[in-house]
């Protein structure tokens, strides 16, 4: 069973930055996707930025040019660099963990509020 942990939320002004951590319980290998979502109050669940095994990512198009995903040399963190915050990104933030042959894992979720 892995546990991820998200940390770094919190109440940022328009055009500042923030960064969200996912910590897994564990090193991951193999092949896997870590998404980032996000859900803001009476919306659905969307997917704001993807990084895979091989390193390769993506991003949902509001967001690209200001976000940006990586992770740790061991594997066990992956982070999101949000940069130039705009209202419109306030949402509950999740990762996920998609481990080909293992499963499917969600992150608690932590709170982004950009709010001038």
């Known amino acids: 069973q892995v546990q991820l942990v998200e940390s770094g939320g919190g109440l940022v002004q328009p055009g500042g930055s923030l960064r969200l951590s996912c910590a897994a319980s564990?090193?991951?290998?193999?092949?896997?996707?870590m998404n980032w979502y996000r859900q803001a109050p009476g919306k659905q669940r969307e997917l704001v930025a993807t990084?895979?095994?091989?390193?390769?990512?993506n991003y949902e198009d509001s967001v690209k040019g200001r976000f940006t995903v990586s992770r740790d040399s061991a594997k066990t963190t992956v982070y999101l660099q949000m940069n130039s915050l705009k209202p419109e990104d306030t949402a509950v933030y999740y990762c996920?963990?998609?481990?080909?042959?293992?499963?499917?894992?969600w992150g608690q979720g932590t709170q982004v509020t950009v709010s001038g």
């Open positions: 996920r963990l998609s481990w080909i042959g293992v499963g499917d894992y």
């Open positions: 564990g090193s991951i290998s193999g092949i896997y996707v």
């Open positions: 990084i895979n095994s091989g390193g390769s990512t």
